[in-house]
């Protein structure tokens, strides 16, 4: 909402305020002003010219050669490109040595031979955006009507001299879409007085009853209808003041019967419509609901299809306006006009709103009544534009209104406790001072002992409920009289979840390890959604997406973080580890909430070490991240029940990958990135992993006990094991713990060789294995005894040998 | 005898300190004091003596065993400490070389705001609530007095699933769930940071998907004088000590009254391209809970009353470190988040 300081001060008293200052008090009091622009200050040297004559320019086809009177002896010569100047004009000139926006200086100059003392403005020149010039000067200089004398302030006959203040309004506060509405509010913020619009249309004998019959069949939709009869207008440009200031709240200025409803409407925050009596034919008015498939071409000559959901102003046969969005080219007021019919009513919010989403249609009218326009002043504002087109088109206004309907209703009465009032805010308010608040707000109030009744005028229809008052008080005594305090009474200890934590821990142990943490999108595209799912579901998909890109919601963290490596890699950085938790989201039926499971994943590739001045390098493998997803199970303290098991998963390097076990069930995968997939996305040998995190973080952990420090020595015997190539080392393991039994403490892989030295399809693993008694000194015998158990149970189940 | 026992003395001494190194002086100590050694021999040879000489005789001996045994140490401790100096000086290295790197991750910068801002109100006595991103139409804005059709809907673009189901718009839905739990009774104390997602185009100020932080307090007798100590608290912990907060007026469908609230800028008032001259910075938006909104959730709104708050991790980061463009938190560029692995 654009609001005009000098339209503004026609109704509140603002003079001893300065626009910024204005401003800065209307923001702190709650409608933020988002900006003050003053065009005139960007601008001097600007005046009024008189065009005395106008000929061809010699040189030039398209350029025209002036004489300007400006209100000096003699006048100036200046040449003008605009194809519409013409001798006879008066037209704003930028003098020499005048500034235009955007630091545009003029310079005496010469064209095309002829000498130019100044340049014939049109208004896009003088910083109006041409979609809000009149359609007659958007191509060309601007014409002014011939009320102003040469010399004079050109940008004050404008009304550029004016300031706008930028308002952004939040929803409810739609009783500030009008002059009016702002001035009550900068009324009760200065305190004083608002001064309204006399009216009192000078009515002719005819009975506007006998022009028009008027009848509402929804009701419900449209409960009361207030139409004028003015006859006999001239249609003409409308006065300068008030094209000027309809272009500074945004407007375009038509014609004066259009330009009347416009201003109307500027003012009272309540849309009017006007229509050519006579092209409605019918003498007739009947709003309805629209017929389903109804056809119909609104002003802007596009043809629309209405639906039921939808009203319209008919003149008993055919629609002539979609209800409080848009007037009908069949009946829209033309150069011909001479009787208008003046509509004023009061539409339901839902059914505009309905009507203009449909058809993407947003009007000034539409968005006044899609947030509720006041009820008191739909006659008013009827009144209002008949009186003016008495005045400004020089019509005669039929006497009386046609009124369909009825809609006053009683403003409303909300009532609170000076205590209560108190206790919500934390202050210590009089009665006195809360009284004072609601009569800036011209509310009136009844006082019973500690309770205030407050009765709200219907242009405030956002506020219903006691706390609605507490806000109006607040803001208005001023929230920097709030003073600071912290919630009293009993005392909570505040802290993490053990879940939260673990995975605070989580991180930390990742980012210890060398990770850093991505963040990725959770929106992705069809085929991204599904890569690397942990099952064949369907993607969760939205219903109307921005962009194909983001069109669905990820089963998996991995697409994303393949593409963050791949673009790093892309930009010379080769060697990539980064981690992520979040989301992914499973569908699990139509309108059913898809299970949102918190995974980790990551990506490595590249150098997991490098130290280059000593020559050392180490690529990352599968076994770094194999590490890496070990410590992150041991930090959890859930090391026992961990198991990696082989496995093919789709996108993954059929020999490189295994599928990750806790307490036997599957929770995750690592590997590495298929080779075929790395070459798509150019990125080289990369490794993945991706984890249920909750169901990690949701374990039950072991409470921390400590275990006596083993006071014998132990025992170490290694053996090296000649096995077939396919066997596992964990299977030998596994083995070998089962066998050794309470004594064995340890064991662990050293060495591992497949080679020349080796027969075919066998290859060696060596063991380690720790031996200790805690309560007593092992010998010899007794580890032996073991140990021989443990060789004859490798060589039973995995006819193992040991190693020559 | 005797004679002979001082010139051995006095050889082996001189044996001893002209040794090069230590496998000479070990010859010298064989030499010597071993078993065949000369020593050795004179002893041999003390039962020749008389009675009387022998005792003055084995002391002698001993003397000369003694200096031998002495100068031989002398020397080796000086020969070992030649050898390990000569051993220092050749394993000495460029200590200016650069050291073996420990790899060093490091947090991503929203989550390092998120968990500055948890751990700031888990110390007021906060717990941390967390809930689903996508959610029920119900959760995000009906329990939160915005029922179909509301004009305030359109402040947030909602990217929708089927008509019931939505990417959630704000964290609110988790304040609403929490509430619900409570069953009605308080105190509620809770802070719920995570993602959620706007139908916005992604520019440099703009995205698609952000993080958000809210808190909620729920109790009898919460007052607006609470909300506001509370986030001058936040903001002079999070932003320094100098920083001042103003509430402003707004408007959100769950709190009445809402207000903005920003914090004073970094340039003391005096005016600059972040606070665009006005001395403030807006971060929040909070308000008292709208009693619709504490029915909804089961608590009577004659007894209990509360205060709520949000901001957007995304405009604290960008503020704190000073970034320009919001994109860079999803592009996961090294670069940048390589700049947050250090501990401020």
């Known amino acids: 909402m654009f609001v005009s300081y000098k339209w503004l001060s026609q109704y509140v008293d603002i003079a001893d305020q300065t626009p910024e200052e204005l401003a800065e008090k209307i923001t702190r009091a709650g409608i933020e002003v988002e900006g003050v622009e003053m065009p005139a200050a960007e601008m001097k040297g600007i005046v009024v010219g008189y065009v005395k004559t106008r000929e061809q320019h010699p040189n030039a086809d398209k350029l025209s050669k002036c004489l300007v009177d400006v209100g000096e002896e003699e006048p100036v010569q200046i040449i003008c490109g605009a194809k519409n100047v013409d001798a006879g004009q008066y037209v704003a000139v930028a003098r020499t040595g005048a500034v235009l926006p955007g630091n545009f200086k003029i310079k005496r100059a010469k064209l095309r031979g002829e000498e130019s003392n100044g340049m014939i403005c049109s208004l896009s020149e003088l910083g109006i955006e041409s979609r809000l010039n009149p359609k007659e000067y958007a191509e060309g200089i601007f014409n002014f009507p011939n009320d102003v004398t040469p010399g004079e302030d050109a940008l004050a006959a404008l009304n550029r001299d004016d300031a706008i203040l930028e308002l952004s309004l939040t929803p409810n506060r739609s009783d500030a879409l009008s002059m009016i509405g702002v001035a009550y509010e900068v009324a009760a913020i200065l305190g004083r007085d608002v001064k309204l619009p006399e009216l009192n249309p000078v009515e002719a004998d005819e009975q506007a009853s006998d022009a028009i019959q008027i009848r509402i069949d929804a009701p419900e939709d449209n409960p009361v209808y207030v139409a004028r009869v003015v006859k006999g207008v001239k249609i003409g440009p409308s006065p300068l003041w008030m094209q000027t200031l309809l272009m500074n709240a945004g407007v375009r200025p038509h014609n004066n019967v259009v330009d009347i409803t416009n201003y109307v409407l500027m003012e009272y925050g309540q849309p009017l419509h006007a229509f050519d009596l006579d092209r409605l034919q019918t003498g007739e008015i009947v709003v309805r609901r629209a017929e389903e498939g109804e056809k119909f071409v609104t002003l802007d000559n596009a043809e629309r299809t209405l639906s039921a959901e939808q009203l319209v102003i008919t003149n008993g046969q055919e629609p002539i306006a979609l209800a409080g969005v848009m007037g009908g080219a069949n009946s829209e007021v033309t150069e011909q006009t001479v009787n208008v019919l003046i509509e004023s009513a009061y539409f339901n919010s839902q059914i505009v709103r309905a009507a203009s989403k449909a058809h993407g249609l947003r009007s000034e009218a539409s968005a006044r009544f899609e947030k509720g326009v006041d009820p008191a002043r739909v006659q008013a504002s009827c009144d209002r534009a008949a009186e003016l087109m008495t005045e400004l088109a020089g019509g005669t206004v039929l006497s009386g209104s046609v009124i369909a309907g009825e809609y006053a209703p009683e403003p409303k009465k909300v009532s609170i406790t000076l205590d209560r009032l108190n206790t919500r805010l934390g202050t210590e308010l009089q009665m006195g001072g809360v009284e004072d608040i609601f009569s800036r707000l011209k509310f009136t109030t009844e006082t019973n002992g500690d309770e205030i009744t407050v009765t709200v005028p219907t242009r405030r229809g956002d506020i219903t409920i006691p706390e609605d008052l507490t806000e109006e008080v607040a803001r208005l005594y001023g929230y920097d009289h709030i003073p600071l305090t912290l919630p009293e009474g009993e005392s909570l200890p505040g802290g993490l979840s053990p879940y939260q934590l673990g995975r605070r821990v989580v991180r930390r142990y990742l980012e210890g390890a060398g990770f850093n943490q991505a963040v990725t999108y959770s929106l992705t595209s069809e085929k991204r959604a599904a890569q690397f799912s942990f099952e064949k579901r369907k993607p969760v998909a939205l219903a109307m997406p921005m962009s194909e890109e983001r069109a669905y919601l990820r089963e998996s963290l991995l697409p994303h973080l393949v593409e963050a490596a791949a673009y790093n890699s892309a930009r010379q950085m080769g060697s990539v580890a980064l981690y992520e938790t979040g989301s992914v989201y499973l569908n699990e039926g139509e309108n059913v909430q898809p299970k949102e499971e918190e995974r980790l994943a990551g990506i490595i590739t590249g150098m997991w070490q490098e130290h280059l001045w000593q020559g050392e390098k180490k690529a990352a493998d599968f076994f770094t991240v194999k590490g890496v997803i070990e410590g992150v199970v041991a930090r959890l303290g859930l090391m026992d029940r961990l198991s990696f098991q082989k496995a093919a998963p789709e996108g993954f390097h059929p020999g490189r990958t295994a599928s990750v076990l806790f307490d036997e069930q599957p929770i995750g995968v690592i590997g590495q990135l298929h080779p075929s997939f790395a070459k798509e996305v150019d990125l080289k040998e990369a490794y993945l992993f991706e984890l249920k995190l909750d169901v990690l973080l949701n374990a039950a952990r072991k409470d921390l006990a400590y275990v006596p420090i083993p006071r014998f020595p132990f025992i170490s015997r290694d053996i090296a094991l000649v096995v077939d190539r396919t066997v596992e080392s964990a299977s030998l393991e596994g083995i070998i713990k089962e066998a050794g039994g309470s004594l064995l403490t340890n064991v662990h892989v050293f060495d591992v060789y497949e080679g020349d030295r080796m027969e075919a399809g066998k290859k060696s693993v060596a063991f380690a294995l720790t031996y200790v008694n805690l309560d007593k000194t092992l010998t010899d015998e007794e580890v032996t005894a073991v140990h021989e158990k443990v060789l004859a149970a490798l060589k039973e189940k995995a006819d193992a040998d040991l190693r020559a | ?344």
């Open chain 2, 1 to 344: 005898m005797e004679e002979q026992l001082r010139g051995l003395q006095e050889e082996a001494v001189m044996k001893a300190a002209a040794a090069q190194d230590l496998k000479e002086l070990n010859d010298v100590r064989i030499a010597y004091l071993g078993k065949k050694g000369p020593v050795t021999e004179v002893l041999k040879g003390m039962g020749k003596l008389t009675a009387e000489e022998r005792p003055k005789m084995g002391a002698l001996v001993n003397v000369v065993r003694e200096a031998i045994t002495k100068a031989i140490e002398t020397k080796q401790v000086s020969l070992e400490s030649e050898a390990i100096q000569k051993q220092l000086a050749e394993e000495s290295i460029d200590v200016t070389l650069p050291g073996r790197p420990v790899k060093l991750g490091g947090h991503h910068p929203l989550t390092r705001v998120t968990e500055e801002i948890e751990d700031l109100f888990i110390g007021m006595g906060y717990t941390v609530a967390e809930g689903p991103e996508v959610e029920q139409d119900y959760y995000n804005f009906e329990a939160l007095n915005l029922p179909k059709g509301h004009p305030a809907r359109d402040m947030q673009d909602t990217f929708y699933i089927t008509p019931e189901l939505l990417m959630r718009t704000h964290t609110s839905p988790v304040q609403v769930r929490t509430m619900l739990k409570h069953a009605g009774k308080g105190p509620v104390k809770i802070i719920c940071p995570g993602k959620v997602y706007r139908r916005d185009s992604d520019d440099a100020t703009h995205s698609h998907q952000f993080n958000q932080i809210e808190g909620l307090v729920v109790g009898e007798n919460i007052r607006m004088s609470d909300l506001k100590g509370t986030l001058d608290a936040f903001a002079k912990k999070m932003f320094g000590t100098d920083r001042e907060i103003r509430l402003r007026p707004s408007f959100f469908p769950f709190t009445e009254p809402s207000v903005e609230v920003d914090v004073s800028c970094m340039c003391g008032g005096k005016g600059c391209s972040i606070c665009k001259g006005t001395g403030w910075i807006e971060v929040l938006g909070a308000g008292m809970v709208h009693p619709n909104v504490l029915e909804m959730a089961g608590f009577d709104s004659t007894v209990y009353s509360g205060f709520a708050f949000g901001m957007g991790q995304e405009r604290i980061a960008m503020l704190k470190y000073g970034i320009d463009d919001i994109r860079h938190f999803y592009t996961n560029d090294l670069r940048f988040l390589q700049q947050f692995s250090v501990h401020e």
